[in-house]
């Protein structure tokens, strides 16, 4: 077999887009066999959810890590880099180290896959999609780096995610769900938990974000139905929170005077989610430490969360695209900015609840800027302006993220603040304008 270059390799990905999918597993299943199911060597703590579930997962990662396992991770959308998407934590030497799979390894991991696809087409079958295509390689790539757990978030749902074709998960993990993604999973809380509830497997226990009631039923009932110990987060534990824009200090439990460095409202339940976590996972038998818990929790870093870039004026960037991500953005924007003039940068996907997002943000702010995200799915930045300008006054169509920045950091005094969000898709245009190296 000759591998591929790098560029190849990726240039394969994009083209398999054109063969579409196929409902189900049964593709990924096949795919899979053919590769010898790498992913039955491999110990998982599976996440699904709408909203907090990557930080939740950085949390569970940092603090696996520094109690000494190797951990794999998996992870979507990723923001800057490629590589980012197949990622392991270790212990090296005391420090806890992070790094992306290699150029070399997708290339060659890749040119496998492209051979056993061929197979399956010669056989008759579709085509695995890229998504199936991209977990494949990182059933593999996390096997033979011989990680001792892998957490691993869904793409989309659960129940039919590609991710859910594992068979040897630890624990299944539930954070926030709302609205979102309803063309595909459903118009209502309970037909979207349902399919997130999808990953919970036969007595594999279960825990969760404490859910609107319409999820928690849900989340109940499949517990029932597949004798698994359901674990929730209780958010009347959380005592003696203090937020600043340098990190939030709190208690949980018997956990007391915890920090965490990612700021926002919800952050402290993801991080209450995460802790309930690793208190499963002791009574599995892993053994962590209360150091581990706060040291792991202290050290997460989660790009793009309502995170500061700039300090005068303030500039933050949030993933908010969705009606309770927008809630949760509100809420820290009347916790940190109270009483501030904040201007909005703005850049949506036309699938996505835009203007719900719009309706509950757009009175905070004195201007907004609209921008196009550099992706297929992106709503035109003139478009977006005619749907705010139905909420809000002032209102300019910047098309570019660098013409918006430019503008809106013109503009605004030095302790006024600029809030750019809607996508995480282009939030590494933003960084490069900063010339933040991640």
Not at 133 to 150: G, N, P, Q, S
Not at 216 to 237: H, I, M, Q, W, Y
Not at 250 to 275: C, D, M, P, R
Request: charged share 25%.
């Amino acid at each position: 077999m000759q591998n591929m270059t790098y560029e190849e390799a990726l240039e394969y990905l994009k083209d398999t887009e054109k063969y579409g999918s196929v409902l189900g597993l049964d593709n990924i299943r096949g795919l899979l066999n053919m590769l010898g199911n790498p992913q039955n060597d491999l110990k998982f703590i599976h996440l699904a959810g709408t909203n907090g579930k990557g930080s939740t997962a950085a949390y569970i990662a940092s603090i696996l890590a520094e109690s000494g396992y190797k951990v794999g991770r998996y992870i979507s959308p990723v923001i800057f880099d490629y590589l980012e998407r197949i990622q392991i934590s270790e212990k090296v030497e005391n420090e806890v180290q992070n790094s992306y799979i290699t150029r070399e390894a997708v290339s060659h991991y890749v040119s496998l896959l492209k051979e056993a696809n061929d197979k399956m087409l010669a056989k008759g079958l579709h085509h695995p999609t890229t998504f199936e295509i991209e977990t494949a390689m990182m059933f593999l790539y996390l096997r033979d780096e011989k990680c001792d757990i892998v957490v691993l978030e869904t793409g989309m749902g659960g129940r039919l995610d590609a991710t859910n074709v594992i068979e040897t998960a630890v624990l299944s993990v539930i954070t926030s769900i709302s609205m979102d993604h309803m063309q595909f999973l459903g118009d209502t809380i309970e037909k979207i938990t349902y399919e997130k509830a999808g990953i919970i497997k036969k007595e594999v226990p279960v825990v969760s974000y404490d859910q609107v009631p319409a999820a928690r039923g849900v989340l109940k009932n499949r517990c029932e139905e597949l004798s698994c110990n359901l674990r929730l987060a209780d958010f009347t534990e959380l005592k003696d929170v203090e937020h600043g824009l340098s990190g939030i200090k709190f208690s949980y439990k018997n956990y007391k005077n915890l920090k965490i460095k990612l700021i926002g409202e919800n952050q402290v339940k993801n991080a209450a989610t995460a802790i309930e976590t690793i208190e499963r996972l002791k009574l599995e038998g892993y053994t962590i430490t209360e150091e581990s818990v706060r040291k792991g929790l202290s050290q997460t870093v989660w790009r793009g969360r309502f995170e500061i870039l700039h300090e005068s004026p303030l500039f933050i960037v949030d993933g908010a695209h969705n009606e309770d991500a927008a809630i949760s953005l509100r809420k820290s924007m009347e916790l940190y900015l109270k009483d501030k003039h904040v201007t909005f940068i703005i850049g949506v996907f036309a699938d996505k609840e835009y203007e719900k997002v719009i309706q509950i943000t757009s009175s905070f702010a004195d201007t907004i800027y609209t921008i196009d995200t550099d992706n297929k799915r992106a709503l035109p930045s003139n478009q977006l302006a005619e749907v705010i300008r139905k909420y809000h006054k002032n209102v300019v169509d910047a098309k570019s993220v660098n013409v918006a920045i430019r503008k809106a950091m013109e503009e605004v005094a030095e302790d006024e603040v600029i809030i750019a969000f809607g996508s995480l898709s282009f939030l590494n245009q933003i960084y490069d304008y900063f010339h933040i190296i991640i």
